[in-house]
């Protein structure tokens, strides 16, 4: 009996290897081709950057399309490798939170598969992802690039319209019980456009087109023909909310992704601000009436490079995000007095309830840094639905009760301001104002327009009427300047910017999130 060589295989596992192989890039080298030649990274390259080495398990990988009545197996192993959806779970983030809290799901859509379109066994897979992550209790991380349903899987003879999946209904369900990241970059059609919908962050290319329809059910529908890049381009859907995160390609897609998910896994190693703590007192102008990049504040209280701002171009006049402060994950809500004097509007307080459950759903504890004249208002802000809209704040606040810390840096006027703390001065565990915060019932302004209005009206020299005017507001701002207000204890404290960050630990220890 001769000496078997390492290189010599049983004939199983050379099969084995071979039809692993051809679900690989190394096994499908044109369709690899393809997709570089389109400056467009594969499904798997993208699994590769996202998972941490050595770390990934597959679900499925031998999976095929559920045609073999009409194409040969050959074929079908070639050309509709593991059913054009790869699913799976490993590490990510490791490194940075720790083995214990970097397992996640892992959920990639394979547009070099019939365009990414989901059929019988693609919905198997998919459903089998979601119940791990049901079961196991881990976040998902979904690549959703893809033409939506399939026709074609002929190999089904058991269903009519295919409606009775369970695929929609779970996906949106398990969002209630862990964070749910989707990415995409291309075409992003119908069912996977739902997917990508329902993420909690959703993070997209400039080179993504998402639409709840193709351009083959738009003509269809008998609604006209249309080009694929006419439908729900990127930096459309990025200023009406559809998109959170906008980059550039699937690189920093991928990095986002990773960062995204690092605030949902827990803490990472405290970083120092990236400005000193005393360049606090300065950021705000003397003349009230002067707006400041209130990022700047935001930039000397969290730990360096942990801002990430979640739709930064809807509803611009309140800004929303993660940092984290000593390493632990906040969720951030701010006025932005350089958008709409701070007000909020109705697409504002829309991105700002949302932001309110996705925090309680999550149990992250929030920073509210207020600078606002209240909600806007006007016959063009109701006819947005302001009403409800803006109720919407109050709502979500009031069903919020994890730690919550408010900083009042100028403004607290109003419905706004108090929807900007969780409904009520009263709701954050510990409220401070900088000594430039002012408070009233609505803004000085117009609280002096609306109370002296005859007493103005009767000086009839315009400049002494302005002078009149601009003495009553000074008294309006002395009796509602910062310390007043914490006299009357309708604020916790006043203090100084630059031991901002300190309160902010002292706080936050206190209500055990340090």
């Known amino acids: 009996m001769g000496t078997k060589k390492p290189t010599d295989l049983r004939p199983e596992l050379a099969a084995l290897q071979a039809r692993l192989n051809a679900s690989l890039d190394s096994g499908r080298s044109k369709a690899v081709a393809s997709r570089h030649a389109r400056g467009y990274r594969t499904a798997r390259e993208n699994v590769h950057d996202l998972i941490d080495p050595d770390t990934w398990i597959e679900w499925g990988q031998l999976a095929i399309a559920a045609q073999r009545s009409r194409r040969s197996i050959d074929d079908l192993r070639q050309a509709t490798a593991a059913d054009g959806i790869i699913t799976g779970m490993g590490s990510i983030n490791g490194s940075q939170v720790g083995k214990a809290s970097s397992s996640a799901v892992v959920i990639v859509n394979d547009y070099t598969v019939l365009a990414g379109t989901q059929g019988y066994f693609h919905h198997h897979k998919l459903d089998r992802a979601i119940a791990q992550a049901k079961q196991l209790n881990l976040p998902v991380v979904m690549y959703t690039e893809g033409g939506g349903g399939r026709p074609g899987d002929d190999d089904v003879k058991t269903q009519i319209a295919g409606l009775h999946l369970a695929s929609f209904r779970d996906w949106a369900a398990l969002g209630q019980r862990v964070p749910r990241i989707t990415v995409n970059h291309g075409y992003c059609f119908a069912g996977n456009a739902a997917l990508f919908g329902s993420g909690d962050i959703r993070i997209a290319t ?21 080009e694929p890049t006419q439908i729900g381009p990127a930096e459309q859907q990025f200023k009406n909310g559809v998109v959170d995160i906008l980059v550039e390609d699937e690189v920093e897609a991928t990095a986002t992704a990773k960062q995204v998910l690092s605030y949902f896994q827990g803490a990472t190693e405290t970083q120092m601000p990236e400005l000193a703590a005393e360049s606090l007192r300065d950021l705000i102008p003397q003349d009230r009436r002067w707006a400041y990049p209130v990022r700047q504040v935001i930039k000397g209280l969290c730990d360096r490079d942990s801002f990430l701002e ?19 994950p906040i969720g951030l809500l701010a006025n932005d007095c350089q958008q709409l004097g701070g007000a909020v509007d109705a697409q504002a307080a829309d991105k700002a309830a949302r932001w309110y459950r996705l925090c309680q759903r999550f149990h992250i504890p929030m920073l509210s840094l207020t600078d606002t004249p209240g909600f806007m208002v006007g016959p063009d802000s109701e006819a947005q639905a302001a009403v409800t809209r803006m109720a919407s704040m109050f709502e979500a606040g009031a069903a919020f009760d994890r730690p919550l810390v408010a900083i009042f840096l100028r403004k607290g006027y109003g419905l706004g ?34 109370g ?17 005017f601009e003495l009553l507001v000074s008294q309006l701002y002395d009796i509602g300047k910062a310390t007043e207000a914490a006299a009357h204890l309708e604020i916790d404290a006043v203090i100084d910017p630059k031991d901002t960050r300190d309160f902010l630990l002292r706080a936050y220890r206190a209500c055990g999130v340090l």
């Open 452 to 468: 002296y209005r005859k007493e103005l009206e009767a000086i009839a020299d315009p400049d002494e009427r302005q002078a009149r």
């Open 417 to 450: 301001a108090m929807a900007m703390t969780g409904g009520s001065f009263a709701a954050p565990n510990y409220a401070a104002a900088w000594p430039t915060g002012e408070f009233g019932g609505m803004g000085l302004e117009g609280a002096v327009r609306l």
């Open 206 to 226: 400039r080179a993504s087109w998402i639409g709840m329809a193709g351009p083959a059910m738009i003509e269809g529908g008998g609604l006209g023909r249309f």
């Open 310 to 328: 979640v739709g930064r171009v809807y509803g611009r006049s309140v800004i929303t995000g993660f940092v984290r402060i000593n390493g632990v």
